[in-house]
């Protein structure tokens, strides 16, 4: 009975999760969009807020690479384990939200579940191989942002760079609607993944499931956390992400979003999981360094950068301690 109840505590802490992620990662989608006043926020919140819904709703592949490559095998864990897992993710994300750093929900993740897989049972329960992948492709995907958006806004400059920064703004107010869109789009279909492949791996742990493939109420489940936590906005983290690391004009906003949108749906496509907050920062610093690279605030950027590289290791400790508390805790009950 206890075990069941632990499996239903990690669908609830999933879909947290989720929506803790839809809050946190709002910015993502938008700050580039409401910092150069090319839509209304609280309409920005809730197109973002639907087609996060609607983007969560069309893959399962990365939520199949995070059941499947994090640990060797699902006997080897149990509920118990990702729940302090998805405890430290969630302690994290809170922290850095409050303080309106644009920390990553992935990284946090990734960590929560090695911390409290090492801890619970040893670290010969981790897939390195897999581990490797993920990890590599959530540490290239905020560089190959940079670069293509550095790119992306060169070619832009060289077609439109005669007309006058008013002629601009206006010209791009729409389009940047448009890249908005892509990017929320985007995100909902790789960010919604990683607490459907959470709970996925926990119900065959259980033995609920056969096979690492997500039940639709579980794709539902997360689509909609991630929806309403979207809806409630994450305005801290949209101050920094839209106004601290570059002033954007619209076509500054444009070129980072549609980068940011293609970047994304690339590493879905390869069911890759990638930080959404990391490369859209990426491609904010890129396009920002094509105009000049003074342009670019690189003292926030640094403190943004350290706070990715201490993300896993950080939400790792946090997921671990909370694990020896639950099974202390358990022991004593």
Not at 114 to 142: C, D, E, Q
């Amino acid at each position: 009975m206890l075990d069941h109840w632990m499996v239903w505590l990690v669908v609830l802490l999933a879909l947290a999760f989720d929506y803790i992620n839809g809050f946190h990662d709002t910015a993502n989608a938008i700050a580039t969009s409401v910092s150069t006043r090319a839509i209304d926020p609280k309409k920005a919140v809730m197109m973002t807020a639907v087609l996060n819904f609607l983007g969560a709703m069309v893959s399962t592949g990365v939520a199949k690479t995070i059941g499947g490559d994090l640990v060797l095998s699902a006997d080897l864990i149990n509920a118990e384990v990702i729940s302090a897992a998805l405890f430290g993710a969630i302690i994290w994300n809170l922290v850095t939200w409050w303080f309106g750093i644009p920390s990553s929900s992935s990284h946090a993740l990734i960590g929560g579940v090695i911390g409290a897989v090492i801890v619970s049972v040893g670290h010969t329960a981790l897939n390195y191989g897999g581990i490797g992948k993920i990890f590599l492709s959530l540490v290239l995907s905020p560089i190959i942002a940079m670069v293509f958006g550095y790119i992306v806004m060169h070619v832009l400059l060289m077609i439109f760079g005669r007309f006058s920064p008013i002629a601009l703004n206006d010209r791009f107010r729409t389009m940047q609607l448009l890249s908005a869109t892509l990017m929320a789009f985007s995100h909902g279909s790789n960010d919604a993944q990683k607490a459907m492949g959470i709970i996925t791996l926990t119900l065959l742990s259980g033995g609920y499931i056969d096979t690492l493939d997500v039940p639709t109420w579980v794709k539902l489940g997360c689509a909609t956390a991630m929806a309403l936590g979207t809806a409630a906005g994450g305005w801290r983290i949209i101050s920094t992400m839209g106004t601290k690391i570059f002033k954007l004009e619209t076509i500054n906003g444009f070129a980072a979003d549609l980068n940011s949108a293609i970047t994304i749906f690339t590493a879905t496509f390869l069911h890759l999981p990638v930080s959404t907050t990391h490369v859209v920062s990426g491609s904010i610093m890129g396009v920002g360094s094509a105009k000049r690279i003074k342009a670019v605030n690189w003292g926030v950027a640094r403190s943004m950068v350290l706070a990715w590289f201490v993300t896993i290791p950080l939400s790792a400790l946090a997921s671990g301690i909370i694990y020896l508390i639950m099974d202390g805790v358990a022991t004593i009950l």
